[in-house]
Each structure stands twice: as C-alpha cells, then as structure tokens.
C-alpha cells in the first residue's frame, strides 16, 4: 500500500485543527520549544501541578515514548495500522482534522490514552513531518535507534508470557 500523504501546511494551519484551549497553551510551549519538544511536554503536562501523583514521582516520559513510537509506526511503517490507513485513504483526500482525528484515535486505543490527549502531540509531530517530508522524517527516526525493550510492545507481551508460565 502506498504511504500516507501527510498534506502541507504552515504551523498555524496545523493548530488551526485544535481547540481554543490547546492551542493556547500549544502556542505557549512553542515559544520556547520545537515542536517535537512542545508535543512531548503536552503529554507531560497532565492534571494540577499542585498535586503529588498517587504513588511516587510524575515521570510522564514512558508516554512519550510510547506515543513517539506508535506515531512513527503509522507514519512510517506501511504494514503496521494497515486497514485503519487503508480505510482513511479509502474516501478521498485526507484533510489534516481526518489525519489528526484518526491517528490520534488508533495510537490512543494501542497505547490506552484519550485521542483528545494526543491531538495536540499529533498536530505538532504531523507539522514536523509534513515540513521535511515523510521519508526524511521516518529516515531520522531509524537513526536515534530501536525502543528501549521496556517501551517495544512485543518486548512487553513476551514478558508477560513468561510471567504467565512463572505462575
């Protein structure tokens, strides 16, 4: 199947797809951040600063990951998410809402985040892509190297499997 056409577009028309206040609070991330920077602190800016997580300390970099990864599967793997990308590409032009609408719905359910979460996140890693092109964008993402085996999903079934067997 052939890849993705992630449309063109300049930064504003990519936050245009978002609500008021993501985009806002968008806007306040990049005035000191890249985009993929200003996505990965969306993700880690979760709930009242004011409150101690139940449990220990607020480390939001596992989703991160876990979302950097799975983006970069839909984009970039055309075998992985196949009939959900066969079915986006299925009715016509893919506009930027469809795109980040549909990508942020099947990365959320992978990794079990709300897709209004990651809209944000996809809106600013989809602009990334869509400004050096896809096979610039999926070709650096081969070189920063494979997952940690803790964040690769077939590591984390394996594991447990074998807890499974242990029990």
């Known amino acids: 199947m052939p890849s993705i056409e992630i449309p063109p577009g300049t930064l ?4 245009d797809v978002l609500k008021p206040y993501q ?3 968008i806007l306040e991330f990049l005035k000191d951040a890249s985009p993929e920077q200003a996505a990965e602190r969306w993700l880690g800016a979760t709930g009242s600063s004011n409150i ?3 449990g220990g300390v607020r480390d939001s970099k596992p989703f991160w990951d876990r979302f ?5 599967r839909f984009v970039c793997d055309d075998d992985a998410y196949l009939p959900d990308r066969q079915a986006l590409t299925g ?3 893919v506009t930027k809402a469809l795109l980040v609408g549909e990508i942020s719905a099947v990365v959320g359910a992978e990794i079990g985040l709300a897709p209004s979460l990651l ?3 996809v809106v ?3 602009f990334s892509v869509a400004k050096m092109g896809r096979n610039a964008y999926c070709a650096g993402q081969e070189c920063q190297g494979p997952p940690p085996d803790s964040m690769a999903p077939d590591a984390q ?3 447990e499997v074998a807890q499974g067997d242990q029990a």
């Open 68 to 72: 950097r990864i799975e983006f970069t």
């Open 23 to 25: 985009r806002s609070t």
């Open 119 to 121: 809209a944000p996140a």
């Open 12 to 15: 504003e028309e990519w936050l």
């Open 157 to 159: 079934r394996s594991d």
């Open 52 to 54: 101690v997580p139940f």
């Open 124 to 126: 600013l890693l989809l």
């Open 91 to 93: 009715e016509g032009p």
